[in-house]
């Protein structure tokens, strides 16, 4: 279980808040989950894929994110739709991923858990 806590300025005095739990949502994709959380002006994303989840299609965005990966493996799979891939790289813990605009990309694990974090600027 997560919770969203908000650090706020009362006068001169910070105070904090625990809002509920972001909602996690079925993406459609056996054994992938994602939570939303935008605030700040930023967008968050925590992709979650679990031990044997199925292979992610190859899909984009019509928008720029950074990501971080922050626990497992999986490899990153570049291309274009419906499936045809051109190259793929694995992503580890700790590795910086950039997608620009419109990337055609997809997922497939190495049958362990896995978890990206993906940000960027709300619209």
């Not at 625990?18 to 925590?46: A, C, H, K, Y």
């Amino acid at each position: 279980m997560s919770f969203h806590v908000i650090m706020s300025k009362v006068q001169n005095c910070s105070i904090l808040t625990r809002s509920g739990e972001p909602e996690t949502v079925e993406i459609g994709v056996v054994g992938w989950t994602l939570q939303t959380m935008n605030d700040s002006g930023v967008s968050l994303l925590v992709l979650r894929a679990e031990p044997e989840a199925d292979y992610f299609a190859m899909h984009t965005s019509d928008e720029a994110w950074l990501a971080y990966v922050i626990k497992g493996c999986a490899t990153l799979i570049a291309g274009s739709e419906p499936d045809d891939i051109t190259d793929g790289i694995d992503c580890y813990a700790g590795d910086f991923i950039t997608f620009d605009a419109s990337t055609p990309h997809a997922w497939q694990t190495d049958g362990h858990s896995f978890e990206v974090v993906l940000a960027k600027l709300a619209a």
